[in-house]
């Protein structure tokens, strides 16, 4: 039953819960109309069978007063009497009857021969009711009634029915008069009368179904199933939707790991930039602070240089002091060429700092281009970096080249000065104009060296500052990176969340989708779903 009723279409759900109330109404007005009707049309009979009797009854009086008014005699009157009541006639085919019979009970007037002039206190009907018996019984006890019983057919003898019949006494003759109903024929005409509203009513009610129908066919069903199936193609096109942002989602989200993780490399890289960068600048502090020290080294060399031309004036006097003074000045700018050395040893490890800072620079311009819009500023401070290292390779390049000829010049005075020794401890025949041209050769040498070892000073200023200025990019660079690094994780939980809010729609749609189905099957029932 449950299935059945889910297989119905909306239209004729809804038809059902209108006509079916309608329906049952309607049955039991027209069962209750029935019985009203079959009462009034059967006590309107009793009241006509009653008025024919009290016709017949008021025959009866006429006859008895013109009886007491001599005009018959009583034999006479009765004779005329019983010739009117057999010619009455009544009823839709003029084939009902009044009879008369008297107390004992004898049947005086009846259309039977096998009744009429003959004793019927005997006579019982089909149901063994005596019935004139009771009659008399009636009428004696209330002078007049009702009484049913059973009694043939009109239209088949064999055919036994319900009767009701009126009896009146006329107590001057001590006559009974009396006429009846057949039952049938009440209900006959009633079934006939209710046959033709039933047909009507079913013809009402076909015509109000159809057009009960039409309008919920135009009205509701087609505006349903057309919004029914606007939703259908909406919950289609979300799901797909959802869809195409969950599986977008979803790559973003791999990406933006991808990406996190290419980050967390990078960071690390310019961590070690970082790192190089700082110990770059330590280096270079420690260049400047040998290029200052041997400034002050070649300060004094020079001011040994002044006392040495100072001691060649006497260098005569004494060639022990001569000796004693160019030693000294030997073993002073042995120091210095020590200290150059250590310089030149610091600036190889400058240049190898300069190029693991522009290999690390490269590496992160690679990484700011994986990185794509978002690592263009990064991009750009790494290509900085790049240009700060070439500029503090390119000096340190110079430092070497002024540190090689520093170091050629002073091997060649040491060497200058060992041949002089040399030639002053084999000869001291050498006159004191050579010692002092020397001596200025040397003083020469040694302005030159200063002037080198300023400019030395210089770049190593210089890397310095550049080295503080690497450090500084470096730490915008590693700020960039890191906010980058907040962005992109930023940027993977709004994936995951758009991943999450993708498949919460695509459920929603799923259900949107099941509603539409639901409205479908009740609109149209399950099998046009």
Not at 56 to 79: C, I, P, Q, R
Request: charged letters at 25%; a negative charge; hydrophobic letters at 40%.
């Amino acid at each position: 039953m449950k299935a059945l009723v889910k297989s119905l279409s909306l239209n004729t759900k809804i038809i059902l819960m209108a006509l079916i109330p309608f329906v049952i109404f309607t049955s039991i007005f027209i069962a209750y109309s029935y019985s009203s009707t079959k009462s009034a049309l059967l006590q309107e009979k009793k009241n006509q069978i009653e008025d024919v009797t009290k016709t017949a009854y008021h025959f009866l009086e006429s006859m008895n007063e013109k009886v007491e008014a001599g005009e018959y005699t009583l034999k006479e009157a009765k004779e005329i009497t019983k010739h009117y009541i057999a010619s009455i006639r009544y009823g839709r085919d003029m084939d009902d009857y009044v009879w008369i019979n008297d107390l004992e009970p004898r049947m005086i007037v009846h259309p039977s021969d096998g009744l009429r002039g003959k004793s019927v206190k005997t006579f019982v009907d089909k149901a063994g009711k005596p019935l004139f018996n009771d009659v008399v019984a009636l009428v004696k006890k209330q002078d007049k009634g009702f009484v049913n019983y059973i009694w043939n057919s009109k239209a088949d003898s064999n055919v036994f029915v319900e009767k009701y019949s009126y009896v009146e006494l006329f107590k001057p003759w001590g006559w009974v008069l009396g006429t009846g109903i057949y039952v049938d024929d009440v209900n006959d005409y009633i079934f006939s009368v209710f046959l033709n509203q039933a047909m009507f009513g079913f013809i009402g009610l076909i015509v109000i179904g159809a057009l009960f129908a039409f309008v919920l066919k135009t009205s509701v069903s087609n505006p349903l199933l057309t919004m029914a199936n606007q939703l259908k193609e909406t919950s289609l096109q979300v799901a797909n939707g959802s869809k195409v942002t969950y599986n977008t989602s979803t790559q973003l989200s791999a990406a933006t790991n991808e990406q996190a993780a290419s980050l967390q490399e990078t960071v690390a890289s310019v961590d070690e930039i970082s790192s190089m960068i700082r110990r770059n600048t330590e280096f270079a502090e420690d260049s400047k602070k040998s290029g200052e020290q041997s400034e002050y080294e070649v300060q004094n060399g020079k001011r040994t240089i002044d006392e040495m031309l100072y001691a060649i004036e006497n260098i005569s006097n004494s060639n022990t002091d001569a000796m004693k003074k160019m030693e000294s000045s030997n073993n002073q700018v042995q120091e210095i060429l020590n200290i150059i050395k250590e310089i030149e040893d610091k600036t190889k490890v400058i240049n190898d700092i300069v190029f693991q800072t522009k290999l690390l620079s490269f590496n992160a311009s690679v990484e700011a281009a994986r990185s794509g819009e978002s690592g263009k500023g990064f991009a750009v401070v790494a290509e900085e970096i790049g240009s700060l290292a070439s500029m503090s390779g390119a000096a340190s390049d110079e430092i070497k080249v002024l540190i090689d000829e520093s170091i050629k010049n002073v091997e060649a005075i040491v060497s200058g000065t060992t041949a002089m020794v040399n030639e002053v401890i084999q000869s001291s025949s050498k006159t004191v104009d050579a010692g002092r041209q020397k001596a200025g050769q040397c003083k020469e040498v040694l302005d030159k060296i200063v002037f080198n070892v300023q400019n030395v000073n210089g770049k190593i200023t210089e890397i310095a500052s550049a080295c503080n200025e690497q450090t500084q990019g470096v730490n915008e660079i590693t700020n960039a990176i890191r906010l980058i690094d907040e962005t992109t994780i930023q940027n993977n939980n709004s994936a995951q969340e758009a991943s999450r809010s993708a498949a919460n729609l695509k459920g929603q749609a799923d259900n949107l989708d099941d509603i539409v189905k639901l409205v479908i099957d009740l609109v149209g029932g399950d099998k046009a779903a």
